[in-house]
């Protein structure tokens, strides 16, 4: 089993930054992926970013730019820093690990808010 903790969500004016962090607890030795989604008001759950265990990323074409997945260590905790803020990133952002059969955990989620 895999527990999750995030934490760094907010409060933000348009054009902010924020640093959103996510830390695991008990076995990651089976991760393979790791990740942020993120669940506007009445809308699907989707990807923001993607990060393997061998450190290889990917983005949605959205946030291309402005926003950084980044690791500690094999899958200690994982981070996103959000850049130039805008307010079609409001949702409620969630991190995920993924391991090799596929299993999917989640954190609790955290609250981003942009205003213009």
């Known amino acids: 089993q895999v527990q999750l903790v995030e934490s760094g969500g907010g409060l933000v004016q348009s054009g902010g930054s924020l640093r959103l962090s996510c830390v695991s607890s008990?076995?990651?030795?089976?991760?393979?992926?790791m990740g942020w989604y993120r669940q506007a008001p009445g809308k699907e759950r989707d990807v923001v970013a993607t990060?393997?265990?061998?450190?290889?990323?990917s983005y949605t074409d959205s946030v291309k730019g402005r926003f950084t997945i980044s690791k500690d260590g094999a899958a200690n905790a994982i981070y996103l820093q959000m850049n130039n803020l805008k307010p079609e990133d409001t949702a409620v952002y969630y991190c995920?690990?993924?391991?090799?059969?596929?299993?999917?955990?989640w954190g609790q989620g955290t609250q981003v808010t942009v205003s213009s």
């Open positions: 990060i393997t265990r061998t450190g290889t990323t």
């Open positions: 008990g076995s990651t030795l089976s991760i393979t992926h």
């Open positions: 995920n690990y993924q391991n090799v059969i596929r299993q999917n955990y």
